[in-house]
């Protein structure tokens, strides 16, 4: 039995409610997060002096860890998996071009070619200044 006559599911049950292990949240993290806000409060209350602790437990774990909230560690594993999608989708889309470029490449060296044809490397006053040296 638990504080108040509640049993160890009932607390099983709340974080399975809660969804606080499938979020990678730790015991640890979440009583860090709660101290935290405990510090901050104007007032605080003991939990002996609840009712209820339980429900006044997780009351304050709603206020300082946000429904879809995800654990410092896992939030960092989700940004690096989302930054490994995008960098594989920016590879795919490199590569698209790359191939596009290259099927192209008898064109674009044709373009190239007839812009030196018809914009020679020198001006042609720079050309007239040259011979009258």
């Known amino acids: 039995m638990w504080v108040g006559g509640r049993h160890i599911g009932h607390v099983c049950d709340a974080i399975s409610r809660h969804r606080l ?3 990678g949240w730790t015991a640890h993290q979440v009583l860090e997060q709660v101290d935290r806000h405990r510090a901050g409060m104007r007032s605080d209350i003991e939990p002996a002096e609840q009712r209820d602790p339980l429900a006044w437990l997780f009351w304050l774990i709603s206020k300082v860890i946000g429904a879809d909230e995800l654990a410092p560690r896992a939030r960092a594993e989700a940004d690096r998996e989302r930054y490994r999608a995008e960098s594989a989708e920016r590879l795919v889309a490199d590569t ?5 470029i290259a099927a192209q490449q008898d ?3 044709e373009i ?11 001006h042609p006053t ?8």
């Not at 698209?96 to 596009?100: D, F, M």
């Not at 190239?112 to 020198?122: E, K, N, V």
């Open 21 to 23: 292990v499938e979020r």
């Open 96 to 100: 698209a071009l790359r191939q596009r």
């Open 107 to 109: 064109e674009i060296d």
């Open 112 to 122: 190239i070619a007839q812009m030196h044809r018809d914009f020679p490397r020198t």
């Open 126 to 133: 720079i050309r007239k200044l040259g011979k009258n040296r």
